[in-house]
């Protein structure tokens, strides 16, 4: 292949980890078949990146060193799907045996307008790697299992640095959506990242204005990824220190995450002191949402592609403004475990005080005993039926108060009172 013996021999080595996934029958079918005519193949980005760093590898991208019209004459030789989606851009993607795969050509950007550029094919892989985004992305992986690394960037990969390949300001320019990746893959490896490179902050603050050219379903997808951190607070504070924040949520109230995160680290805490119920989600994106988000926010508006089901929920975090956590049983009776955590995190965080070192203890104590109620309140049964009240001659409107009344009882004595003593109530 041109230049690759231009590739230093120490850039060329047999992978150190786990690379089973690129011989499973699908994906060896479509290699048989992408090579059968002499094109040289490599799996490049997010498998390989993913893989190195011991995660479920999902999609395969696949780098080819033939233009996008060979690649579709060569899959057609077998039973699958090809779909036209970036084809100008030089990908082919294709459907195989319920896996999706995307081939894209070695390519060149000629010129670039944010999401869209003008590229020329080559048969170069380090020109093409020289226009990836990031420098643990620039890994290719052979069909041999032996590591191609034209740039010389393994080390990023096994430090979890985030860097950008060559000139930020041309990367961003590239493609505007790097911006929210950059700070997507910083929440990855917060404590690797602790000092970011100035000039890649320099560049993002200098261009934070070109996120709004992105598309609604790009945003959110990053966004989502960013909001289910488990180390959110500093990535929001990197964002806001770049600007970026400012123009996705000017009325963002950055003390409120802040503390909506250290009470999650503390009820992990407590959660794993527990033998029980460890399965629970603490980061909820939609919660951190909700925080950020103002209905003043010209951006969330327009600019944010919620599902139906997200949106919904997204209300339903704005609407509890009041001290739930003050009333746990009901809210675990009420909404279950997992959405009473949420809940009690919400209120806490909206209703609380600081949440320092020194009142680290006391609040521990606090969501201690607040998740022992929420479990204990989704796990209870409330006793009486409509059926119990109407054999005593209820009915009507005042079935439903009475009803009411027991259930509050009930629940405020924590789920103390039994049936017979609701019943001598009635």
């Known amino acids: 292949m041109k230049n690759l013996r231009l590739i230093p021999r120490k850039n ?21 078949v992408l090579q059968s005519e002499g094109a040289e193949v490599f799996a490049v980005g997010g498998c390989v990146r993913d893989s190195f760093w011991k995660k479920k590898v999902e999609e395969i991208d696949l780098a080819i060193n033939i233009d996008p019209i060979r690649v579709k004459h060569l899959v057609s030789k077998i039973n699958c799907k090809v779909l036209d989606v970036g084809i100008e851009y030089g990908t ?3 459907l195989l045996e319920g896996r999706k795969f995307e081939i894209t050509s070695f390519r060149k950007d000629i010129n670039t307008f944010g999401r869209k550029a003008k590229v020329q094919y080559t048969d170069d892989l380090l020109e093409d790697a020289k226009r990836r985004d990031f420098t643990f992305n620039t890994i290719y992986l052979n069909t041999n299992d032996l590591i191609i690394d034209p740039l010389g960037n393994f080390s990023d990969l096994k430090s979890g640095k985030v860097k950008f390949v060559g000139d930020p300001n041309a990367r961003i320019d590239e493609d505007h959506l790097r911006i929210l990746r950059y700070f997507r893959f ?9 000092v970011p490179d100035q000039i890649a ?12 050219e992105l598309s609604r379903e790009r945003i959110w997808s990053e966004l989502k990824l960013i909001l289910s951190s488990h180390s959110v607070n500093i990535v929001i504070s990197l964002m806001d220190k770049t600007g970026v924040l400012a123009v996705m949520f000017p009325h963002a109230r950055l003390d409120l995450v802040q503390r909506m995160s250290r009470l999650e680290k503390i009820l992990v805490k407590v959660i794993n002191e527990g033998n029980e119920f460890r399965h629970l989600d603490v980061y909820d994106p939609i919660r951190r949402l909700a925080l950020l988000s103002d209905e003043r926010d010209h951006f969330f508006k327009t600019m944010l592609s919620l599902d139906r089901k997200e949106l919904k ?7 509890q403004v009041n001290r739930i956590y003050e009333s746990c049983h009901s809210i675990g009776f009420r909404y279950g ?10 209120s806490m ?23 022992k109620k929420i479990i204990e309140g989704s796990l209870a049964k409330f006793p009486i039926s409509g059926d119990d009240l109407i054999n005593r001659g209820y009915s009507g409107r005042n079935l439903g108060s009475t009803l009411k009344e027991l259930e ?12 017979c003593q609701l019943l001598e109530r009635v």
Request: glycine share 6%.
């Open 12 to 32: 060329i080595f047999p992978a150190p980890f786990d690379v089973s996934w690129l011989h499973r029958p699908t994906i060896k079918k479509l290699l048989f």
């Open 92 to 94: 082919v993607t294709v």
């Open 186 to 194: 910083i929440s990855k490896f917060p404590a690797e990242n602790k």
């Open 201 to 212: 902050l320099s560049a993002i603050e200098k261009k934070r204005h070109s996120i709004l």
């Open 313 to 319: 929920r997204l209300r339903f975090y704005r609407l």
């Open 337 to 346: 475990t997992q959405d009473g955590i949420h809940l009690m995190l919400w």
């Open 349 to 371: 965080t909206i209703n609380g005080g600081h949440v320092g070192s020194e009142a680290e203890k006391e609040t521990q104590m606090k969501l201690k005993c607040c998740h």
């Open 408 to 419: 509050t009882a009930w629940i405020e004595s924590g789920f103390s009172l039994s049936r």
